[in-house]
């Protein structure tokens, strides 16, 4: 969540740092976050990297906070699917749908989560693992469902849900929206 209040130069804090995160979604996209510096974000932003800090404690802070809650929509969209009444095949198929979705009108932040977020230490990996946990335990709770039912195979769930997740995941690198085939 982005923090409130009065910055300089006349803007909102909040303002500038939805055009920070932005910015560095785009270069962290493009050439990485590791090669991306600071000063790289705040030339691109016309501002100095004193004036970064007034917004984030680090570039770390920065990652977090354009990463941390990516997951979110996946889990909290997974929960009420998990939980109704359809049949599990119907369960995992919204699962997985929502899950393509969230990556496809998200693409730039999901490869970045993908390609940095071991980077992401203390409390913050401690979050990201607590949520990513919580996601691959619905969709093992929803393919136990279907394995009860005769419907998914028996094999471990937890492999299976990451197995699954994993084949929706690699649309991030070989799905092109312009092309011929939609999402």
Request: hydrophobic share 40%.
């Amino acid at each position: 969540m982005l923090r409130m209040g009065a910055g300089p130069n006349g803007g909102t804090k909040s303002l500038r740092e939805a055009q920070l995160i932005q910015q560095a979604r785009v270069l962290f996209s493009g050439g990485g976050y590791r090669e991306t510096s600071l000063q790289d974000i705040a030339d691109r932003l016309g501002i100095t990297r004193p004036l970064f800090y007034y917004y984030f404690d680090s570039k770390a802070d920065l990652l977090w906070r354009l990463i941390g809650h990516v997951g979110d929509t996946l889990r909290d969209g997974a929960r009420p699917i998990a939980a109704s009444d359809a049949t599990p095949v119907e369960k995992l198929r919204q699962i997985l749908e929502a899950h393509a979705a969230a990556l496809l009108e998200n693409r730039d932040t999901f490869r970045i989560y993908f390609a940095e977020r071991h980077l992401l230490e203390g409390k913050h990996n401690r979050a990201l693992k607590r949520g990513e946990d919580e996601y691959f335990g619905l969709i093992a709770q929803v393919i136990g469902e279907g394995q009860r039912a005769g419907v998914i195979r028996k094999e471990n769930r937890r492999v299976l849900a990451h197995i699954v997740t994993g084949q929706v995941n690699s649309l991030l690198l070989w799905f092109e929206p312009d092309r011929t085939m939609n999402a």
